[in-house]
Structures are given as C-alpha cells and as structure tokens.
T-cell receptor, first 110, second 116 residues
Framework: QKEVEQNSGPLSVPEGAIASLNCTYS??????FFWYRQYSGKSPELIMS????GDKEDGRFTAQLNKASQYVSLLIRDSQPSDSATYLC??????????FGKGTMLLVSP | GAVVSQHPSRVICKSGTSVKIECRSL??????MFWYRQFPKQSLMLMAT?????????EQGVEKDKFLINHASLTLSTLTVTSAHPEDSSFYIC????????????FGDGTRLSIL
C-alpha cells in the first residue's frame, strides 16, 4: 500500500522567514508529486508539481525532489501570515489517483 | 478553466436521512471523478473512483451500499449518503480528472455534512 508521510506540525515561523516542509513516500516507482495548500474548511489548492529530481521554483515556492531518497520538500521563502495553512503532499498512482499525506500545519506569525 | 462545482456546501440533517451531494465539471468533460472524505485534522481519504457510465470503484473499508455513487454523464457525479448517522459527519470533497495531465485532479469546494 502506498504511503505518504509528513510531520503534522505545527511548524511555526516568523514572517519573512523560510518555511521548509518535508514529505517521504513509500512507492519507489512513483513519478509525479504535488503540493497542495488547504485552508481550514476549504478544499485543497494545487501550488506546486514536480516530476524530475532537483529543484523547481515558482515565485516564493520551491519544490525539491530526490527520488533515490524518496523525499519531496517544499520551501516557502519570505513567508507571510496568509501562508498559514495545512500543506498536503500528494503522490499520483494508477488511474490518476492521489495518495495524500496527513499534511503539515504551517503557522506564520506577524 | 477547469472548474468543479460541488453542491451543497453545507448540510445539517437528522440521523437516518439520506443526503445527495452533486459534483459537476463546468467547462470540461471528466471521464473520472473522485470522492474523498476528510475528518477533522486528518488528511483526505479516497472513498471511491467513478468513471462515466460504469460502476464506481470503492476503496477498502468504504461501504458501497451506504455511499452510493452515480456518474451518469461526463460532467456530473453524485454521492448519496444513505441513512446517515452522526459518525458520517465529515467534509466530503469531489474532484475530477480532465485527461490532459495539466493537473492530476481539479477539486470542488467540498460539502460539510453534519448529522444530528
């Protein structure tokens, strides 16, 4: 059974700092990885996708993938209070199914 | 583009009531739709995968007779929670796959179901 593991947090960072969120996955054959942001009471919102080893940057967000270590991370630079949310790591399986981690709660204090 | 509309957004009803939740893809055809359930402080758990015109595939531990899924068209899937009980209270979220690969799934806004 595919598993995606995340530290539940909360991860607390001051405004302007870098937030680092981590995720490991069990299926070595996984090829596609996603980070979603979920505000309380809302549905998930896709913020980053990554498919190849290395870094992928989009604005203040950088996703990092290391398939050998089965490790995915998300860095948020210049964190803002509006970034406070739960961040879900997800891995694509067969038939476009997604397996989600439990999520890491991020708290950015002003 | 790629908007998924889910209704209702919130339902409060008595125990024993059946509740239907609709999930519509507004600007694309969704050959596959997914239904998730999320309990407080937990992650999204896939309940079932539905393909247009065929029976849904349920995840292990999900009662197919209690959670009826119909995917009668390429733009509409429904989830009916039959004879709902307080333990069925949860946040139900649908998503749809547009087949292009730009995103794995497009999510609806979710339905907060509260059974009294």
């Amino acid at each position: 059974q595919k598993e995606v593991e995340q530290n539940s947090g909360p991860l607390s960072v001051p405004e302007g700092a870098i937030a680092s969120l981590n995720c490991t996955y069990s299926d070595r054959g996984s090829q596609s990885f996603f980070w979603y942001r979920q505000y309380s009471g809302k549905s998930p919102e896709l913020i980053m996708s990554i498919y190849s080893n290395g870094d992928k940057e989009d604005g203040r967000f950088t996703a990092q993938l290391n398939k050998a270590s089965q490790y995915v991370s998300l860095l948020i630079r210049d964190s803002q209070p509006s970034d406070s949310a739960t961040y879900l790591c997800a891995v694509v399986g067969g038939y476009s199914t997604l397996t989600f981690g439990k999520g890491t709660m991020l708290l950015v204090s002003p | 583009g790629a908007v998924v509309s889910q209704h209702p957004s919130r339902v409060i009803c008595k125990s024993g009531t059946s509740v239907k939740i609709e999930c519509r893809s507004l600007d694309f055809q969704a050959t596959t739709m997914f239904w998730y359930r999320q309990f407080p402080k937990q992650s999204l758990m896939l309940m079932a995968t539905s393909n247009e015109g065929s029976k849904a595939t349920y995840e292990q531990g999900v009662e197919k007779d209690k959670f009826l899924i119909n995917h009668a068209s390429l733009t509409l899937s429904t989830l009916t929670v039959t004879s709902a009980h307080p333990e069925d209270s949860s946040f139900y979220i649908c998503s749809a796959y547009d087949g292009t690969g730009s995103q794995p799934q497009h999510f609806g806004d979710g339905t907060r179901l509260s059974i009294l």
